[in-house]
């Protein structure tokens, strides 16, 4: 009989015997943490590989996990360079319970943070008792140098307002380019550092149900560069209520943000509390495209005294959104009116109004957007 001849056995390529770049390309897309940590036992080449990835982003959503983790740094102080993704979320009960009262492990948690030296993006949302360790990373210069990305807020027990002085430097930060704060307070002294900071590369600031006075916000926003986009955003009813931004108008808070009028395109404030019975002056804002308001905030409230001047959009708006239905106030229906017939001379590149909020568009406004002799869309949300 003859012989039967089998095929040659092709050895396997086992995955930890790929190059590296090939590597590096298959850990990236796996869907789950879980399979990104297995790999890490496979061998130690695949665990010097995945360790990078795997440490990339991180999400301490209890302290004991970022305690663990800041215990780890002994072992392997250059892990936390590995970071640029970072994000803490974890409630005072869960801290009350686990720190016992050791105020050393409270700023092993900061120490944490600062070994963190290509750290890109940081968000916080821990108890208020970690709000002072926290802020002294943004002190100095070489602290996460590399820092794009920031969010902030610390909560109280009482649900109040957490002081933003305890953070105030993160306004300093050089490469900052975007900065989220909730729910903080700042009176109007604001910065009172004798060191003022150089330009910064912040372009994106939102505050959110923050309660912060309108002098102090006029001279943070003298620090960055080239500010793009600003968002204000309150509750109708603030819970608790506001002591720093109690008395404020919209037209205070507009000059503060005149500051920034050289580089703003986006303003939005939907603050409902901020009145007030003048018609805005937004003429300086030249690089502004869009604006979000409500109706009596740019035209002003209708009250027994005649209103002095007319509002003035700035020159490159776009975009105009009111956050409210219109027609309550005849007396605003007859501003829209004319702005949108005057569009070639008030406003000569608005192009698109957006109102928010149930209720019907008054006849007179949809007459004026048809006999508009520009280009002028409606849109209702």
């Not at 821990?126 to 990305?149: M, Q, R, W, Y």
């Not at 939907?270 to 805005?280: H, I, V």
């Not at 568009?361 to 409606?378: G, R, T, Y």
Request: hydrophobic share 35%; glycine share 4%.
């Amino acid at each position: 009989m003859g012989s039967i001849e089998l095929p040659p056995v092709v050895p396997t390529r086992r995955l930890d015997q790929l190059p590296e770049e090939i590597l590096i390309q298959i850990l990236e897309v796996l869907p789950a943490q879980r399979d990104l940590s297995a790999t890490c036992l496979v061998s130690r080449r695949m665990n010097k590989v995945a360790d990078p990835i795997l440490y990339k982003s991180i999400l301490f959503c209890e302290p004991k996990h970022h305690f663990t983790f800041s215990e780890s740094l002994i072992k392997r102080p250059r892990r936390g360079s590995l970071i640029q993704d970072i994000r803490l979320e974890y409630p005072s009960s869960e801290l009350s319970d686990f720190i016992f009262l050791k105020e050393s492990r409270i700023d092993g948690f900061s120490h944490t943070i600062s070994t963190m030296s290509n750290l890109e993006s940081l968000e916080i949302s821990v108890p208020e008792s970690l709000c002072h360790g926290i802020g002294t990373l943004f002190n100095g210069p070489f602290d996460l140098a590399c820092l794009k990305t920031c969010s902030l807020f610390y909560q109280r027990e009482d649900g109040g307002y957490w002081d933003l002085k305890e953070n105030i430097h993160i306004f300093c930060h050089p490469t900052l380019e975007s900065l989220t704060i909730t729910r903080a307070k700042l009176d109007e002294k604001g910065f009172e550092s004798i060191e003022q900071p150089s330009e910064t590369a912040l372009t994106k600031l939102h505050l959110i149900e923050c309660d912060i006075h309108d002098e102090a916000l006029s001279e943070l926003l003298l620090f960055p560069d080239a500010l793009k986009e600003i968002t204000i955003t309150h509750l109708e009813e603030p819970s608790p209520s506001l002591e720093e931004s109690v008395d404020a108008t919209m037209h205070d808070y507009i000059l503060a943000l005149s500051s920034a009028q050289h580089s703003l395109e986006y303003i939005s404030i939907n603050f409902p509390s901020l009145g007030g019975n003048k018609a805005l002056r937004l003429r300086m804002f030249e690089e502004l495209k869009e604006l979000h308001l409500r109706d009596y905030q740019l035209f002003g409230k209708s009250s027994s005294s005649p209103r002095m001047h007319s509002v003035g959009l700035p020159p490159q708006l776009e975009t105009l959104k009111f956050w409210n239905p219109i027609g309550e106030d005849e007396g605003v229906v007859e501003l829209l009116c004319y702005e949108i017939e005057n569009l070639g001379v008030m406003a000569r590149n608005l192009r698109h109004l957006i109102i928010e909020g149930e209720g019907t568009v008054p006849p007179k406004i949809l007459d004026a957007i048809k006999a508009s002799k520009e280009p002028f869309e409606l849109e209702l949300r």
